[in-house]
């Protein structure tokens, strides 16, 4: 609980998003989880992915699909990650 979503976003069939998460102006593909108190803004996350709990991925930053961006990790603006990578 207390998942915060502020829109425009876009959350895709079977995605997760864990406690305390927020997501501002995100798109989130299928099947992607977002862990306890990450933040997303401004960024497109592809299929099957994972972003880890606390996580911050930052405005105009793509993830690929079947990416796992392991906890406390932190995104600086336009970042790129390939599909089919763990960081």
Avoid: M, Y
């Amino acid at each position: 609980s207390g998942v915060r979503i502020k829109g425009p976003a876009v959350i895709g069939e079977g995605s997760k998003i864990l406690d305390q998460a927020t997501i501002e102006g995100a798109v989130l593909w299928r099947n992607v989880q977002v862990g306890k108190q990450a933040i997303l803004k401004d960024c497109i996350i592809g299929d099957n992915s994972l972003i880890g709990d606390g996580n911050f991925i930052a405005q105009g930053s793509v993830i690929g699909d079947n990416v796992t961006i392991t906890p406390g990790s932190h995104l600086t603006p336009g970042i790129r990650v390939w599909p089919d990578n763990r960081i």
